[in-house]
């Protein structure tokens, strides 16, 4: 996808590696840049809900999603040094297929002084199925002084 570049990837991956949920949740950042991360996160059986599905906790999916979400805020052009979620509603449309990776995609698609605002999506491997989850967020955002 257009907009995703080395750099930015790069960063995603430092911020989410400093984050010790997302290392026990085991997310990986896919893509970043110009405000669009995609990350993903590996079926577990520590993470599932209910075993006798095995289908995944809702609460790992929107730990993935809100943090896709942020990093999404940090990877806009605007320039962010820091974030943190302000408000998020996340729907659930389906369980997630047992034993499949989950990825998520969230673009930062407007920003302003203190704000900015995230659409995200998470899909299972079948994604003939359409999403898991889809989500709309606020995301504080903090700026280098006289930016």
Known sequence: MSG??????????QFIAALPHC???????????????????????????????GVIHGGAISALMDTCGGAAVMSHPTGALTTATMDLRIDYMRAAEPRQRITARAICHH?????????????DEASDKGPVAVANGAFTLERASGE
Do not use: K
């Open 4 to 13: 995703h570049d080395d750099r930015a990837t790069e960063a995603a991956r």
């Open 23 to 53: 290392r026990a949740l085991g997310m990986e950042v896919e893509a970043a840049g110009g405000g669009s991360v995609t990350m993903s996160m590996p079926w577990s059986e520590a993470l599932v809900g209910d075993p006798r599905t």
């Open 111 to 123: 920003v302003t002084r203190s704000v900015a605002f995230v659409r995200a999506e998470a899909c």
